[in-house]
């Protein structure tokens, strides 16, 4: 059965540090990757997706960065973290209609 | 998480009585609805799809129905449980799947 990994759960990070989240996908190959961001009271954002290993599509021009580096597994990055990344960041894959998210990961830069 | 929906609209209802959630969508050109149940401090999860050639899904409990003449999308949920407590947000796909949209949401208060 297809799973998907995503971590940690929860991570406080002081402004101007990197960040790093993760996300590995189980039982599928090749799928489409998707990170997205959740900020309080609005709905979801899309940062990135992937269609294949080394192809990152950015949606929103921002702090952040995504990789790639194997084919079930996307990454999260920033060089320096400001306030405004807070929020709740979702890992999401699809090989067709609808999603199936990760568990999120709940993002405090102070 | 715990602070996503913070400014939500709140639909509050009796343990036992239905639900209704509504959801207003963009695109005429939509061709995919999907229901997410999100809980505090996970991910969304589906709960039931439609497609814009039909204009009733029903599933364990819910039904969703869609509107196309007003792009209007609702969530009924029968017999509410504590357990439906939840913030539910709709999402419209178009362009052969590659282009979600997601509402903001609805948080449902399921009360004793």
């Known amino acids: 059965s297809q799973t998907i990994h995503q971590w940690p759960a929860t991570l406080v990070q002081p402004v101007g540090s990197p960040l790093s989240l993760e996300c590995t996908v189980e039982g599928t190959s090749n799928p489409n990757l998707y990170w997205y961001r959740q900020a309080a009271g609005r709905g979801l954002q899309l940062l990135f997706y992937s269609v294949g290993i080394g192809q990152i599509s950015s949606e929103v021009p921002q702090n952040l960065s995504a990789s790639r580096p194997q084919d079930r597994q996307f990454i999260l990055s920033s060089k320096k973290l400001l306030l405004s990344d807070s929020g709740f960041y979702l890992c999401a894959w699809t090989e067709g209609d609808g999603y199936t998210f990760g568990s999120g990961t709940r993002l405090t830069v102070v | 998480g715990e602070s996503v929906g913070l400014h939500l609209p709140t639909l509050s209802v009796q343990e036992g009585d239905n639900s209704i959630i509504n959801c207003a969508y963009s695109?005429?050109?939509?061709?995919?609805f999907i229901w997410y149940k999100q809980e505090s401090g996970k991910g969304p999860q589906f709960i039931i799809d439609i497609r814009s050639n039909m204009d009733k899904r029903q599933g364990q409990r819910v039904t969703v129905l869609l509107n196309k003449t007003v792009k209007h999308l609702s969530l009924q949920i029968a017999a509410t449980q504590p357990g439906d407590s939840a913030v539910y947000f709709c999402?419209?796909?178009?362009?052969?799947?590659?282009?979600?949209?997601f509402g903001p949401g609805t948080r449902l208060s399921v009360l004793p």
């Open positions: 999402a419209e796909i178009f362009f052969y799947g590659q282009n979600f949209v």
């Open positions: 695109n005429s050109a939509s061709d995919y």
